[in-house]
């Protein structure tokens, strides 16, 4: 006995010893010092998945219950086929250059018997023009003396920003390069000053604020559609808020409706409090992680839990150093999924219904059976024991994928959405304001939508600049970037642009 009792002592210790290490691998990937596709097995791990249904009740290989997967053919690097021409739209420049002995001895001298062009790409200061609008005053020749002389001058056109220095066009510029090249104002001030423009930070920070203001029904007409999908895709990421003595915490939150919308908020709290902020009003499948502050909305209202398959196999990949024989077993179980899923991520939603109910329940099934099988075999507190009791206890809501064929098995999107967030976090570091989350969230859900449809956002952003402030507020939603491109091609909306004077000025200068 106490020979067993020894080597059992032993094996807990090196266990513990792998826990620790492993421990130490998850810190690091949460830090973001691992690329995302560590969570993958390698190749010829997953070469073996196929012999894991022999393991498991039933004995049947696993590829015997899922379609074929496509064969991957390895990527052939192409040959260069030489320098590729510049875009035609840029404007062209052209120096004629002569031979030494022809400027020596004039043109007349010899016979021109053709030409060699190349053509080299150049870089000039931002084009930034001061529009100056002539208002002449007129009065009638044919008024009556001493009467009242009524003097006629035209009005000056509409601005984003009423009595504003700025246009539409570098109103749209300061907001790109600040939210969605990541600029925080102290640079963008020093961008603008290489192009020979002073313009004060605190300037630029009053323009988005009131512009904010102005996209604000552009932006709720948008969340209010999203409200009407029948599911959500949301999550959340800390922020810091500038405060006199230290800066408190805030968050920004994402809801993402794959297609349509990608919509960002800011709330002070990450609690019931904000989740019921956030999403008011909604009525669907929500998928989220498995985070409490949601659980009330599952409980009392009208919305339906899907949880996230990537959230649950990011535990079985943190037990890889520790119990990496049990780990691989539901790492090619939960792939299994996934394999499927990209299979007929294009398919209509009744064949997804069909294929779903055929090939993934059958995974499903073995999933759970083998994690009750393990749940007593493996020691508390450890990544792998995490992994089960957490897959357990949302068996019911990693399941719900089967019930409708719109719903993702995953949560990718919301997290690579709260990637701009991250990445802009990392350059200008805190917020300054509610007012400054305000104006960040509204022109981040713009741009990230306009990335969603693959819309140019300078444009985009200058155009709608030109029509909000007479635009109708019941057809708010037609400039969204879901509808622009249909907007935009409308002769209604190509008369308004046309005529505007800001846009007209510029584009005749480009």
């Known amino acids: ?191 603008y000053r290489r192009d020979g423009l002073e313009l004060a930070r605190s300037t630029m920070c009053g323009w988005h604020i009131a512009l904010a203001e102005l996209a604000k029904p552009l932006v709720d007409a948008m969340r209010q559609d999203a409200f009407e999908s029948p599911y959500l895709c949301t999550d959340a990421t800390g922020v810091l808020v500038q405060a006199k003595e230290r800066c408190r ?109 055929k090939h993934s329940a059958p995974v499903l099934e073995r999933f759970f059976s083998w994690c009750e099988a393990e749940r007593d075999h493996v020691l508390d507190d450890t990544p792998l024991s995490k992994g089960i009791r957490y897959a357990l206890n949302q068996r019911e809501d990693l399941s719900q994928f089967l019930t409708d064929g719109r719903l993702p098995i995953h949560n990718n999107m919301s997290e690579l959405q709260l990637r701009r967030q991250a990445v802009g976090r990392k350059n200008w570091l805190f917020i300054g304001s509610e007012d400054g989350a305000l104006a960040n969230t509204t022109f981040v859900s713009l741009l990230a939508s306009c990335r969603l449809h693959d819309i140019e956002p300078w444009a985009y952003l200058r155009d709608i600049f030109c029509l909000l402030p007479a635009w109708p507020p019941h057809r708010m939603l037609e400039l969204a970037p879901l509808n622009w491109k249909t907007t935009a091609a409308l002769e209604e909306v190509h008369a308004l642009l046309d005529a505007d004077p800001y846009r007209t000025v510029t584009l005749a200068v480009e």
């Open 1 to 191: 006995m106490r020979e067993a009792m020894g080597e059992l002592e032993s094996e807990r210790d090196a266990y513990h010893k792998l826990y620790l290490e492993m421990l130490q691998r998850n810190r690091e990937l949460e830090r973001g010092l691992l690329a995302p596709k560590t969570e993958r097995l390698a190749p010829d791990e997953q070469l073996s998945m196929a012999l894991l249904g022999m393991l498991l009740p039933g004995g049947a290989p696993l590829d015997e219950e899922q379609p074929e997967t496509q064969e991957v053919k390895p990527h052939k690097r192409r040959k260069s086929t030489g320098r590729k021409p510049l875009p035609e739209h840029l404007p062209r420049r052209e120096q004629v250059l002569l031979p030494a002995e022809v400027e020596r001895e004039g043109v007349e001298a010899f016979e021109k018997i053709g030409e060699e062009i190349t053509e080299v790409l150049e870089r000039r200061p931002s084009s930034a023009i001061v529009v100056r609008f002539i208002k002449p005053k007129y009065v009638r020749k044919d008024r009556e003396r001493g009467g009242d002389t009524k003097v006629y001058v035209a009005t000056t056109p509409r601005q984003p920003i009423a009595r504003s220095v700025a246009g539409p066009g570098m109103l749209a510029d300061s907001i790109v390069k600040r939210w969605d090249d990541h600029l925080p104002l102290n640079r963008l001030e020093r961008v």
């Open 249 to 357: 915490r805030g968050h920004f939150w994402v809801m993402v409706v794959p297609g349509r919308h990608v919509l960002f908020q800011f709330t002070k709290k990450h609690n019931m409090q904000a989740v019921d902020e956030v999403l008011a009003g909604y009525e669907g499948y929500l998928v989220a992680d498995a985070h409490a502050v949601y659980d009330h909305l599952y409980r009392d209202g009208p919305v339906t839990e899907v949880n996230c398959w990537a959230h649950a196999r990011r535990y079985f990949f943190k037990s890889m150093s520790s119990d990496p024989e049990r780990a691989r077993v539901a790492l090619g179980l939960i792939n299994a999924l996934f394999r499927i899923e990209r299979r007929i991520a294009d398919r209509p939603r009744k064949h997804r219904e069909k294929i779903r109910k």
